[in-house]
C-alpha cells in the first residue's frame, strides 16, 4: 500500500499569508494525486487533482504542483475560509487509493 | 448538479453489522464515468479509504477492511450500499459517501456519525 504523508501537522498563519503544505508518497505516484479543503463540520472538498488543476469553482490563489513522490498545495493570501484541514490522496492503482494524515491550518 | 446522501442508523451494536446507504440524485448511478466510494473519519484521524463500488456490481475495498466489507449497487433506487460486519469501538466515526471521477472524489455526501456502544 501506498503510504501518503503529510508536513507539517499543524500551522499557524494570519490572514492574508502564503503558505506550503507538503505531501510526499512512499513510491512514485506520478501525477496522480489530489487535494481536498475540510472546514470543520464539513465533508472533504476537491481543491485539485491530477497534481496541479484546479476543480471546478477553486480561487486560483490555490495551486498544486509536484510529480512522483513530492507534491505540494500552495495558498498564496490566506482568506478566513481557508481555515481547516487539507489532505493529499494518491490515485495510481484506482480504484484502490490512499489518503495523507491532514494539515490543519489555523489562525495564528 | 449530482448530490449524495448518506442514511442509516446512528447507533449500531459490537460485533453486528453496520449498514448505510447512499442515495443519489440529479443524476444516474449506472453513469459509465464514476466509481461510488465510501469514506470513514474516525474520532481523531484523518480520512480512511473502505472501498468503491461501479454501477456494473466491480468492488474494490481497502486492504485493511476487505475482510469485513461489503457493498451494493441498486440501478432502480439510484444508490448504493455499505455493510461493514463484527464492528467494534473502533469503528466509530463520520462515513461518506462519494462519488468518484478517474480516482478524484468530486463530490461528496454531508456524513453520518455511525457510533458502535451496546
Known amino acids: 500500500e501506498i503510504v501518503m504523508t503529510q508536513s507539517p501537522a499543524t500551522l499557524s498563519v494570519s490572514p492574508g499569508e502564503g503558505v506550503t503544505l507538503s505531501c510526499r508518497a512512499s513510491?512514485?505516484?506520478?501525477?496522480?494525486v489530489v487535494w481536498y479543503q475540510q472546514r470543520p463540520g464539513q465533508a472533504p472538498r476537491l481543491l485539485v487533482y491530477?497534481?496541479?488543476i484546479r476543480a471546478t469553482g477553486i480561487p486560483d490563489r490555490f495551486s498544486g504542483s509536484g510529480s512522483g513522490t513530492e507534491f505540494t498545495l500552495t495558498i498564496s493570501s490566506l482568506q478566513s475560509e481557508d481555515f481547516g484541514i487539507y489532505y493529499c490522496?494518491?490515485?495510481?492503482?484506482?480504484?484502490?487509493?490512499?489518503f495523507g494524515g491532514g494539515t490543519k491550518v489555523e489562525i495564528k | 448538479q449530482m448530490q449524495l446522501q448518506e442514511s442509516g442508523p446512528g447507533l449500531v451494536k459490537p460485533s453486528e453489522t453496520l449498514s448505510l446507504t447512499c442515495n443519489v440524485s440529479?443524476?444516474?448511478?449506472?453513469?459509465?464515468?464514476?466509481?461510488w466510494g465510501w469514506i470513514r473519519q474516525t474520532p481523531g484521524k484523518g480520512l480512511e479509504w473502505i472501498g468503491a463500488?461501479?454501477?456494473?456490481?466491480?468492488?474494490h475495498f481497502s486492504p485493511s477492511l476487505s475482510s469485513r466489507v461489503t457493498m451494493s449497487v441498486d440501478g432502480s433506487k439510484n444508490h448504493f450500499s455499505l455493510n461493514l460486519h463484527s464492528v467494534t469501538a473502533a469503528d466509530t466515526g463520520v462515513y461518506y459517501c462519494?462519488?468518484?471521477?478517474?480516482?478524484?472524489?468530486w463530490g461528496w455526501g454531508q456524513g453520518t456519525l455511525v457510533t458502535v456502544s451496546s
Open positions: 490522496q494518491q490515485y495510481t492503482n484506482w480504484p484502490a487509493l490512499t
Open positions: 513510491q512514485s505516484v506520478n501525477v496522480n
Open positions: 491530477g497534481a496541479s
Open positions: 440529479g443524476g444516474s448511478i449506472n453513469s459509465d464515468s464514476y466509481y
Open positions: 463500488i461501479y454501477h456494473t456490481g466491480d468492488t
Open positions: 462519494a462519488r468518484f471521477y478517474g480516482g478524484s472524489g
